[in-house]
């Protein structure tokens, strides 16, 4: 059989390739030979997923609950790995920076949407039972969302809003003492850091602080600035920004506050199953004013930042009782 002129290139590239590595080019052909032909559920590992879900209680629903965060966690993945294209990358464009951004919007898009699998997908007689097996632990113990955040924004926008003006010029240390989720962990009854904001920090607390040193100037809005400073076309780039900041800080707890006021607003009692989180004040966008990119936004926008999505989200429940 006569080899056709692309064949002997590609052989030829190979022997080049090998040879420059100190490597024998034969011995590889010998391992391509004998491997066996990929297949789909090895190449994702698919019996090993499948396997990774493991109820605490008999109720058919928490397979659900568990199915469904380990898919948010993989699009938080998702997210993370853009951020890092997007901070490491040597000469950033802004048309590189919106492409990743919209593909991070993408990811969020699909996760807001979905949310309605835990808001309607589980009977609450069941969630409220198997939920109670499962204290501490809390799905705001997810540190790569935190991550995402960090990402985003520069840490000023992270801080408590109480706070956040007077610790402008603070150092990355203090700023992450009075981060913003560090006051939505706290009992309900004494103001206390709850066990499960201590397992978190206990956890994650050194990595959040090199992340942020790491980010202080090549997260989303240092480099939006930027480029914005060397003159070019950010236009685009803005309105994806914009986009992410809403579906971070507006849709996404929202998505969340929907769930708990359908599971846990009734009975105060019930209200435990957040791990003792004071999830009525923390999730609702208008009392955190989490803003990642504020110059993007009209003081009017600012000032009634995610007020109109929960008085929507509030008529849609109130209509469905």
Not at 239 to 248: A, C, N, P, Q
Not at 300 to 317: A, I, P, R
Request: aromatic share 14%; hydrophobic share 40%.
């Amino acid at each position: 059989m006569d080899f056709t002129p692309e064949i002997k290139d590609k052989l030829t590239q190979l022997q080049n390739k090998y040879e420059a590595m100190g490597q024998d080019m034969a011995s590889y052909l010998d391992g391509l030979l004998y491997a066996d032909f990929l297949t789909y559920w090895d190449y994702i590992h698919l019996d090993t997923l499948l396997s990774l879900q493991s109820p605490k209680t008999p109720f058919p629903d928490e397979e659900i609950f568990i199915m469904y965060h380990q898919i948010t966690e993989l699009y938080f993945k998702l997210s993370l790995h853009e951020c890092n294209q997007i901070s490491n990358h040597e000469n950033l464009t802004a048309e590189f920076f919106t492409a990743r951004v919209k593909r991070i919007n993408a990811y969020f898009n699909a996760l807001t949407t979905s949310f309605e699998v835990m808001v309607n997908g589980m009977e609450k007689e069941q969630f409220l039972k198997f939920r109670m097996s499962l204290l501490p632990a809390s799905g705001f113990q997810s540190g790569q969302y935190r991550m995402i955040e960090i990402c985003a924004t520069d840490l000023t926008q992270l801080v408590d809003k109480s706070q956040r003006e007077s610790l402008q010029n603070a150092s990355i240390e203090e700023k992450f003492e009075h981060i913003y989720w560090k006051f939505g962990a706290t009992e309900l009854a004494t103001g206390k850091q709850t066990l499960t904001l201590k397992q978190f920090i206990k956890k994650y607390a050194s990595q959040f602080l090199a992340l942020a040193k790491e980010r202080s100037t090549n997260n989303f809005s240092a480099l939006y600035q930027q480029l914005k400073t060397k003159g070019e076309d950010v236009n685009v780039l803005a309105e994806e920004l914009r986009k992410l900041d809403l579906f971070v800080n507006v849709e996404w707890p929202l998505s969340h506050y929907k769930s708990a006021v359908r599971y846990l607003e009734k009975d105060p009692v019930d209200v435990a199953a957040t791990g003792g989180t004071n999830w009525q004040k923390y999730l609702p966008p208008r009392f955190q004013k989490r803003i990642f990119y504020p110059f993007l936004w009209t003081q009017e926008q600012l000032e009634e930042w995610g007020k109109t999505w929960v008085l929507s989200v509030l008529k849609t429940l109130k209509s469905e009782k």
